[in-house]
């Protein structure tokens, strides 16, 4: 073996971690929170999409690609909601890639009886995958993580036990929080844009009475829209919520002909500067929607 200079010996020293953390890349942040929760700091956490990016469509980028091509695990929602995923997974050429579907032990919702036809548009071919908006889904996600890491690092898996179950007490205890504030809302009827609050209705108790995109994603039509105002009209719907990546016109449009309040709530960590991370979201949500029912 040839020496290497002694400056070079000196540079790999400082720049080589003492050991190495598990590298993984999540597909929305609030995967990656959950994943930092666990693993603290023997894991490596990047995202693909950010907060304010709708999740069903990205550009995959030959830079995720090379995200993936380091990592050892891949956790994603699953259920086709990335849809772009299977192609970065192929793009990134890492045969050792470990990938997650965290919708494996789910309770879904939505799922459709029968086939649907693709050339619907309609991006909820296999139920719905918005699932991690409801807090009591987070354990059954946690788990999956626990077990992922400790594929990758077995002599970790204690810590990662201990962190998962320290979260999940401090989680249990936000939801009592949360239920209590948004309890009252109980049976309230909402617009939202697009079909990304079930789970967090089948918690809360508000009403989804319909969305503005007629099926999920698919554009609102002057038909669908002009249903939407005698609805709104008829049952006293109070608020609409838009997602943060949806244009707010056919919602600005039917709240100026009902006075309903369109509220801007975010479906992931960092969709608003508040949502700092997934406790922090549920907080923010919860708070607004509370505020917007109420006056
Ligand atoms: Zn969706």
Excluded: C
Excluded at 33 to 55: A, F, M, T
Excluded at 186 to 199: E, P
Aim: no cysteine; aromatic share 8%; hydrophobic share 40%.
């Amino acid at each position: 073996m040839k020496r290497l200079p002694g400056i070079l010996v000196l540079l790999l020293a400082v720049t080589t971690p003492l050991s190495a953390s598990t590298r993984v890349v999540t597909s929305i942040p609030d995967l990656a929170d959950l994943v930092r929760q666990v693993g603290k700091d023997r894991v490596d956490v990047e995202y693909i999409v950010r907060g304010d990016q709708n999740p069903h469509y990205v550009e995959v980028k030959p830079s995720y690609m090379m995200k993936l091509k380091s990592a050892d695990v891949f956790f994603i929602v699953g259920m086709d909601l990335e849809l772009w995923s299977q192609q970065l997974i192929d793009g990134s050429r890492n045969t050792s890639l470990l990938v997650v579907d965290l919708s494996r032990e789910i309770k879904k919702l939505e799922v459709p009886v029968g086939t649907v036809d693709a050339r619907e548009g309609d991006v909820h071919r296999y139920g719905n995958p918005h699932y991690w908006l409801d807090p009591r889904n987070i354990r059954t996600m946690l788990e999956e993580i626990v077990v992922a890491l400790a594929r990758i690092s077995p002599s970790d898996e204690e810590f990662f036990r201990a962190n998962a179950a320290a979260y999940e007490r401090l989680l249990d205890q936000k939801i009592q929080e949360w239920e209590e504030q948004i309890h009252p809302m109980a049976g309230q009827k909402i617009l939202t844009f697009h079909r990304s609050w079930s789970y967090f209705a089948a918690w809360t108790g508000i009403v989804v009475a319909d969305q503005i995109e007629p099926k999920p994603g698919i554009p609102p039509s002057p038909s669908h829209t002009a249903d939407l105002i005698s609805l709104v009209r008829r049952t006293g719907i109070k608020v609409i919520i838009v997602e943060p990546y949806y244009d707010t016109g056919a919602a600005d449009q039917i709240a100026r002909s009902t006075g309903a309040t369109v509220v801007r709530l975010p479906v992931s960590v960092g969709g608003v500067p508040e949502a700092k991370d997934y406790i922090s979201m549920i907080s923010y949500n919860v708070r607004m929607l509370f505020t917007a029912l109420h006056g």
